[in-house]
């Protein structure tokens, strides 16, 4: 169809409209556009015949004809659409025969590296196509914060105090590329980043209840040329990138939340801690045992052993138990040879109402070769074998008053028939993780069925069964081994038993010694101040404000002196009475004055052992 002759039909010269007084223009166009555009585009007609007289006149005066100017549009229309369309041509020959690409998906670790590192690109950080992320930073990071902080003075006037009010306001945002396409420039190649964004049905959480959508996003990278080992050295590079400071920091990873942990991959884990690595000479722990520990775990991560092992078939695993009183450094020496051995920690709460048999199986499998499981407290997780027999039916058989007991009883006030009729706690049906469980289950509306928690042959199958993870190092804690099912404990799940105790007097040494040695350098045996301020006055005594310093009298000179203080601390702590956490408590509320520390551990020491003695709560020195 010749739409030109078409156009020009309907829309005469406006020479010939002004002559005919347009009685016959609005009528051929009417007649003519009225079988393409059809009864239901009336309005647009009338629109179109407004704009056509409105206009008509003005563009003939400039000799403008309103049919060659359609006539124009339509070309350009056509010339555009049939330019797109070899654009797309050339340009899907050219990327499937001239050039490389990578796709990198959202469930992937490698999805957080790219991402990290795009961030940290001007040419990306400056493009006109951003996401915004609030970027929330670890508080072990290492950020200026001097133009954050001001002072505020309280409102008796008793001193000057650090105020962060601010620190949030002016703490700024990440930038990420946005969904679309960009490109950017690394050691000289020119790569092109596609950030896409896709639905997809999740059938296997539909049938637990869950959301039957989930988005995904995947990040194609592209270069030019036929190799894709460009892209490959990128990725490398920002992997590196990624864990440039972790040989100095300790990641600590718990498992995901359960309405994503069924998306697998990363989602599986999430880190939420990155602290820096514990000395092992800060761990107040027996020397032999250290190095006994050490050693152990130095020769199961050597490349040789797994080799070693499965030619005689044993399975590559090692299992840690570290037992004692609480507070006496049993997750610290945990996280100090996760630092030793640049590990990151995994650590997995059995009393997670969110985590069933089959959870547990999955995050086991989802580890990595080398790496640190912490189970803490397991004695607390309700771990138990199902009831005997024999105490079933007792159980259904014992009546109220002879099983049930006031508050007011003591354990040492029951009788013998009591004892006989009480049923091992670790043998209960139900258990403390059951309970929140099934609160969970109440609360919300697509937590899974009720269930019975984690039991101990389902813990027992995700440690060393026959489908489970190998090359990891399993480390459990408990305050009371005695209460552990001998099953857990045996030789092959526990290699090596480590046994904690209150701290000695030489540990009492070591401890004061080590809380006040980091300024020694600088001559104060101090904490690190705050910038310096001016002294308060209250009622015409000078109070120091947010710096902090020592006095005079409370400097210390030399190392002598530290050991020689440390010496006298030590010998007013009974042996085996305090935990390293009590002591250390002490100390953190006197760390910038160690005399005064020396002057009132006495009093200290008398006051918590007439608390230990009467078993109260409350401390009354502090």
Not at 268 to 278: F, G, I, K, L, M
Request: charge should be neutral; include cysteine.
């Amino acid at each position: 169809m010749d739409f030109s002759s078409l156009i020009r039909d309907a829309l005469p010269t406006f020479s010939a409209n002004i002559s005919n007084h347009g009685s016959n223009t609005t009528h051929n166009i009417v007649e003519t556009l009225s079988p393409l555009l059809g009864t239901q585009f009336n309005p647009f007609l009338k629109l179109f015949m407004i704009l056509y007289n409105l206009t008509g006149t003005r563009l003939t005066r400039f000799g403008l004809d309103p049919a060659f100017i359609l006539t124009a549009f339509g070309i350009v229309w056509a010339f555009n659409r049939v330019w797109v369309q070899v654009y797309l041509s050339i340009w899907g020959l050219v990327r499937q025969y001239f050039m490389a690409s990578i796709q990198i998906s959202s469930n992937d670790e490698m999805f957080l590296h790219m991402m990290k590192f795009l961030a940290s690109q001007p040419t990306m950080v400056n493009s006109r196509s951003l996401t915004a992320e609030t970027w929330t930073r670890s508080a072990w990071e290492d950020v200026d914060e001097s133009d954050l902080l001001t002072t505020k003075i309280s409102a008796d006037g008793s001193g000057i105090f650090l105020n962060f009010s601010n620190q949030e306001a002016k703490a700024p945002p990440r930038f990420t590329p946005a969904i679309g396409l960009h490109s950017f420039w690394f050691q000289g190649r020119y790569f092109k980043l596609h950030r896409k964004q896709e639905t997809l049905f999740d059938e296997a959480g539909a049938n637990r209840g869950g959301a039957q959508y989930k988005d995904r996003e995947n990040l194609v990278l592209s270069c030019y040329g036929r190799s894709p080992d460009p892209i490959k050295s990128l990725l490398q590079y920002a992997k590196e990138q990624y864990y440039v400071d972790h040989n100095a920091k300790t990641i600590v990873k718990r498992p995901g939340m359960h309405s994503m942990r069924r998306f697998g991959g990363r989602h599986n884990w999430q880190t939420v801690a990155n602290r820096p690595v514990r000395p092992m000479r800060t761990v107040v722990l027996d020397a032999k045992q250290k190095i006994q520990v050490l050693s152990d775990m130095n020769e199961y991560l050597h490349p040789a052993t797994p080799r070693w092992y499965a030619n005689r078939g044993i399975p590559l695993r090692r299992g840690f138990l570290f037992h004692g009183p609480p507070g006496t450094g049993k997750t610290s020496l945990s996280f100090a040879l996760a630092g030793v051995f640049g590990l990151d920690i995994y650590v997995i709460s059995l009393l997670d109402p969110s985590l069933t048999e089959e959870d547990l199986l999955s995050l086991f499998n989802g580890l990595p070769r080398r790496c640190v499981v912490l189970l803490e407290d397991i004695d607390t997780a309700g771990l138990a074998r199902p009831p005997d027999p024999v105490v079933q039916e007792l159980n259904d058989t014992t009546t109220a008053p002879t099983t049930t007991f006031t508050t007011s009883t003591k354990p040492s006030e029951k009788s013998d028939a009591q004892e006989k009729l009480t049923p091992d706690a670790s043998k209960l049906p139900w258990q403390l993780s059951d309970l929140a469980r099934e609160l969970a289950r109440m609360t919300h509306p697509n937590f899974p069925p009720s269930q019975k928690g984690i039991s101990l042959s389902g813990l027992l199958n995700a440690i060393d069964g026959v489908a489970s993870h190998e090359g990891r190092i399993l480390i459990m804690t408990t305050n009371k081994p005695e209460n552990l099912d001998p099953a857990l404990i045996r030789p092959g799940r526990v290699d090596l038993q480590v046994a904690f105790t209150n701290a000695t007097q030489d540990q009492a040494r070591e401890l004061f010694e080590r809380m006040y040695e980091y300024d020694l350098h600088t001559g104060h045996a101090h904490a690190p101040s705050s910038p310096p301020s001016p002294h308060t006055t209250v009622n015409g005594t000078a109070v120091d404000g947010i710096d902090g310093a020592a006095s005079e009298e409370e400097r210390l000179e030399s190392r002598e002196e530290i050991s020689e203080i440390a010496k006298k601390f030590a010998s007013k702590i009974p042996a085996g009475v305090f935990s390293p956490a009590e002591l250390q408590g002490f100390l953190l509320k006197r760390k910038k004055t160690p005399k005064k520390a020396l002057m009132e551990v006495g009093a200290w020491v008398e006051a918590m052992v007439e608390q230990k003695r009467k078993g109260g709560r409350v401390l009354a020195v502090q």
